[in-house]
């Protein structure tokens, strides 16, 4: 609870009526069923409560349901939209609102911008279900709408769980502001979304779990810079890899794509450089987009300890520049050819990372990965490959590469509640006017499409702009600069659709997505 417009008595029996019911069964309920159970029926609430209950003066028992339903906003992980324009969902929180007080509350929930950007403002229609944004901005539209409301008390049910860390730190300082004097009650699985509420309840948590990253990092830089980013809870590849990293074995892991991969073997790297400043860590990264995402991490937090990041992608005088940074991230064939060319020491590295190392070997690079590794072999060297998938093959050939490896696998891949799947079914030889014709029905605000070949992404580009359909096709073969200008295309709504064969669109930071389509079943079963 954030502040209380309830007797302090109330609070604490509040919360004592959580801990004591069905209290011997909280490990055996999942936190996300046992709290739905608590806030998902506006009844529950009024138990919650309790019999001394007082909302703005009046006891809860002598409240009609509707009257009691008047003092409460939740908001859902979801963000439930109702099939009318941007304007018409923020003003439900208050039927007679004027523009400038839907104005403001946008404001307050960091979607103003964005609305206006919008080809029809805030009279765009955000299509049924709210199909035409995506899970952040419709997250977002709630927000705004409970602003509007005002409601003494408030339920947030993974209220900012769709929010990049910036965005949402920007948010809970606005969530402080309304409610002063209002209690709150949040539901989150992340430490930060809660980190200034009065009181927290930890529910199905196992006895040996890694809370914070005070357990697993030691560094205060470090662990300022995390907190800074709003990080306080290692996912489970980080529990797992970050100990193994810092004793200085090696390791394979694998993760899927979003669960913390990079920090997971920055951190631990970072810390060991720091004991002997005179050493290198090389980090070897299959595209041009993912080298360059990974330097923006390796930048940032490298800093928090006076360690500097080069980025070795481009032509000689940009390598040139970078070949006396503490990390050194880059292609393949331009890390070897610093060591080739003695620009590094092989004898001053202390690590080489194999990031997305599945994409590395599958990509054809092998050959250049064994003679870098070859380089390194008998010098101590720590070896550690990450991926989002692993199969058995190419378990097998990195353990060629990699002595004596920690095998390190998380498979926390689940389903999102705020993502909806399907499947339709087509004519393989039709897939074409398939992906036009779901493009013209889903009507995306800005969808990205992914293709098996360049044949396939050619010949659905020039349907689509046949259509009058603002379309980009990434390939691996664009140049740098191409490639730069159809992500900016897309970021800036010059472009509605975006397509792009998986290995094109690895790294690459795309703001907004409301669909992705996969046109045609991955030639990869992983």
Partial sequence: MMGARVEDALRKQAFAHLQKLESKHFDEIPSGKFVSRIVSDIKDVVAFVGETGIVDGVDVTEMSLDGLRSQVTYIQQTGFMFYDTVRGNVAYGKLDATNEQVA?????????ELIESLPQ?????VGPNGTQL???????????????????IILLDEATSALDNRTEGQIQEAIEQITNKKTVITIAHRLSTIQNVDRIIL?????????????????????????????????????????????????????????GK?????????????????????????????????????????AALNLTAGLVTGGVSEVQNQTER???????????????????????????????????????????????????????????????????????TLKTLITKPTIIHTGEQHRHEKITNFVLRADPLSLTMAGLTLIKELKPYRGLIFVNTTAEGLDLQRTLRTASI??????????????????SE?????????????????????????????????RDPN
């Fill in 326 to 396: 503490t990390l050194i991230i880059g292609t393949p064939e331009r890390i070897l050819r610093l060591l080739d060319e003695r620009k590094i020491s092989a004898r001053q590295i202390l690590a080489c990372v194999l990031d997305e190392a599945d994409m590395l070997l599958d990509l054809g690079f092998f050959p250049t990965v064994s003679n870098l590794i070859r380089q390194l072999n008998g010098l101590k060297v720590q070896l550690v490959a990450v991926s989002a998938t692993l199969s058995q093959q190419f378990a097998g």
């Fill in 121 to 125: 403002g805030y009279e765009t229609n």
């Fill in 203 to 259: 529910l199905g948590a196992e006895s040996n779990q890694v809370l914070d990253f005070k357990n697993l990092v030691t560094s205060v830089p470090l662990l300022s810079t995390l907190n800074a980013s709003r990080f306080v809870t290692p996912s489970p590849i980080q529990q797992k890899l970050i100990p193994v990293l810092e004793k200085g074995n090696n390791a394979i892991a694998s993760a899927p794509t979003g669960s």
């Fill in 490 to 522: 897309l970021n800036a709504g010059e472009a509605a659709i975006f397509i792009a064969t998986d290995i094109a669109a690895r790294g690459l930071d795309i703001v907004g997505i409301t669909h992705v389509i996969s046109l045609g079943i991955p």
């Fill in 262 to 302: 990079t920090l997971a073997y920055l951190l631990p790297l970072l810390t060991r450089l720091v004991l002997d400043s005179k050493k290198r860590v090389l980090i070897v990264c299959p595209t041009r987009e993912l080298a360059r995402q990974v330097y923006g991490v390796a930048k940032h937090y490298g």
């Fill in 104 to 112: 403001d509350a946008t404001q307050g929930a960091k979607i103003k």
């Fill in 134 to 152: 995506s899970g952040g901005q419709r997250q977002r539209i709630s927000l705004a709408r409970a602003f509007l409301k005002s409601a003494p």
């Fill in 470 to 487: 603002k379309v980009g096709f990434l390939q691996a073969g664009n140049e740098m600069r191409e490639r730069k200008r159809l992500a």
